[in-house]
């Protein structure tokens, strides 16, 4: 992975990894470490300027991708940040700490399984106890798992991955609401799957259209208890989900070349979006959906 400065105007199509990935499976949710190469979250990329000063974050999936990369850039721009992940992703999640804390910012590691509802709101009292408050919630996590035939499609991966990925918004925003202060922002993680859809990821192109639904009519509903609600809709971008069954090992090789920019993305590429919509900049901005999909545009 190239550790370049982003901050210099060059061509897009280069920047970043742009050769072909190996194949490299990993049972779900996978280990973001083992991958090759190594997904770029920020870590020594990503530079702050003070836009979250005093914040307090909450992340699911924080632990790898496009969560790591919006945690990290938090904890950069001044926050203090508590992720949610996997048991499994332990190794991750501490990577990330590790990060956060040589900032001087505070991290709070919440391990468990947002399937759960249960889970969900205990979550929430964890970040805001640890945190001493919470005024932005970036939700990030999402399962994602290619079946090719309907027929084959059980109906216990239809229930996970609307749970996982629809139904526990419903549940931390739930269990966050009443504790948010005016100015707090919430971020959801959609996909251009919403608008093009593969023919293999159904269940995983449902939630995606749904996320969408569910985040305007929230962003409409707590308006005016000064809480803005924005969709961010990823198109491919190198991380543990789609080496791990997200898309059919065949088509990693290749992955990414067929947008406009010819490459799949890195999460740090959405780092500065993920900043944008949690902090006061975007203060007249709610109910939107923002695409980076290196041209696979949303809509
Ligand atoms: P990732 O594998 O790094 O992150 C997904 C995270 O979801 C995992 O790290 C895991 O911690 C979490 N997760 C999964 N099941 C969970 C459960 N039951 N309980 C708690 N956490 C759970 O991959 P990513 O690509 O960074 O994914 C982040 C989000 O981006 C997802 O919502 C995904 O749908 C979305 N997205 C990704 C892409 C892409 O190409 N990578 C494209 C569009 C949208
Ligand atoms: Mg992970």
Redesign the pocket.
Known sequence: MSQQDIYTMQDPTTEFYHDKFAKQPQT???I?SKMQPI?DCGEKTYKGSNKLTGRKALV??????????AAIAYAKEGADVAI???PE?QS?AEEVAEVIKSLGRKAILIP????EEA?NKKLVEEARTGLGGLDILAL?????QHVEDILKLSTEQIR?TF???VF?LFWTIKAALPHLPKGSTIIT?????NYLPDGFLLD?AST?AAIIAFSRALAKQIAHKGIRVNI???????????I?G?QPQDVICDFGVTTPIGR??Q?VELSSLYVFLASQESSYITAEVFGVTGGMHCG
């Open positions: 779900p949710p996978g973001q997904p699911t999936g924080g632990d790898s991708g496009i969560g790591r990369a949610n992940y996997l992703e991750d468990g399984d947002l399937s889970f990030v996590a999402g399962k994602q996970k749970e996982i990925n526990s993680t959609s996909s251009n799957q995983y995606k961010v809709a990823p198109g491919p971008i190198w991380t543990p989900l789609q791990c997200g799949a993305g999460p």
